[in-house]
């Protein structure tokens, strides 16, 4: 049945052995069929013992110290912060902002960036195709800025409409922010053009990666980027833990986000003075165990390697495209697997999103249903809500196989 | 879980044939409610008198549970007196359905009754 190679599928079973979840079952006795991974991914045992580690053996607040163990928890954070430095090939570990997620590093840049640059007359353009995360902080902010939001239209087949940009991007765009790979319709997006288009017009580029930097090797200088968000927790890290790159002169231009411990230089009754770059925009003791846990996450990828885990998942998504199609009744969302990152939305006629989750769940298959934090992209399809299948290192065609049988199964019920 | 165990054969069978699916003409009582998590929406409609339900219907989308449940609850509910079904509460809706149900949807199961009780009760809409 499955078209994959056994050498693959050799390395997927060895991958397989250091998540210790996988080892589970779930829904009396079924192996667990975790494709869920869009939302969060599992953690390996690597990620698991550093953080303990930590708190077992050098459990301290860094930055403050002088003794041993905050010197040594310092040192094993800011190594963190320096692996994901060169993991995302920026050219300074300066350029990291350590935050609790993209949703908090998309934040840090409408409030501290936004405030700073934008005003009446200014705008921002992001698109249909945006989580919520990157929609929200916007609508907040323009509240109190004034500046006007407008979106690129998304086409049928799940693509920016780049014939758009023409009429949406003007000397007026002062941000062009956009996600790098959809969480909904899965379109990696053509990021060059787009970079390139927002040039042409001096706007400034964020581009959300939390489903990209997880799944495929990104340079953020290649990229060209002005910001890149993304998560720790769906590449192998924990939760509560996040990173915002950005250019540095762009770092420079803004003020900081919030205020407290550890971004200041100098403190008065007057007034204060910020720390460098960083820690500007780290206020208050950070998320210690995350950060180190982040860098063991950036460990194990590099290790198995950023374009075998991009090559794996266009192997299980494109397998999973080929049965999924011939399900009648069943549509996918978004464009073909030669345009899509590892993960399918879709809708089954007749079967309730939620009723899909439920009826996989009841056979050991974790996936997610509901509009995944993007409701204006459901809205363009008319449809309130899908249920969505995503990939990830440790993911097998034999997996695709449990997926499509219990839709199939799924199907029948409700027929 | 088997999946039996998730559906009995009577909840598809309110979910794929209805029961008082539809509009009144001129309802007594007029309710809408939705639930932003999965999409679900509901409205009610009841003909009332004397402080009797004398008819019922209901029309909405979304999952099996919340629309079976609304079909239940529809069926069940012409003839009984306002004053009853102001005391019907997750434990009445939990019977009709018959399966055990987890904490995410138990929303879409009691979305139904949700809105008939803001109905029976005369609110405008669900208090914060």
Redesign the interface.
Known sequence: MSTMSSAVLDRTAALRQDFPILQRTVAGGMPLVYLDNGATSQKPESVLRAMDEYYRLYNANVHRGVHTLSEEATALYEGARAKVARFINAPSANQVIFTRGTTESINLVAYAWGRAHLGPGDEVLITEMEHHANIVPWQIVQEQLGFTLRYVPVTPRGLLDLDALDGLLSEKTKLFAFVHVSNVVGTINPVAELVARARAVGAKVLIDGAQSVPHMAVDVQALDADFFAFSSHKMCGPTGMGVLYAKRDVLESMPPFMGGGDMIREVTMVGSKWNSLPYKFEAGTPSIAEGIGLGAAVDYLQAVGMDWVQAHEQELVAYAYGRMSEMEGLRILGPGPDQRGGLISFTLEGVHPHDIAAILDSRGVAVRAGHHCAAPLHACYGIPASARASFYLYNTAQEVDVLTDALHKAQQMFS | ???D???REEI?DH??HPRQKGHLENPDIHYHDHNP????EITIELKVEDGVVIDAAFDG?????SQATASMLMEEIVGKSLDEIKTWDKEHILDLLGIEIGPV?LK?ALLSLKALKAGVWGLEEWPE
């Open positions: 879980m088997s999946t165990a998730l559906y598809l979910y794929k998590f999965c999409g679900d989308r979304g999952c099996a549970i949807r879409c």
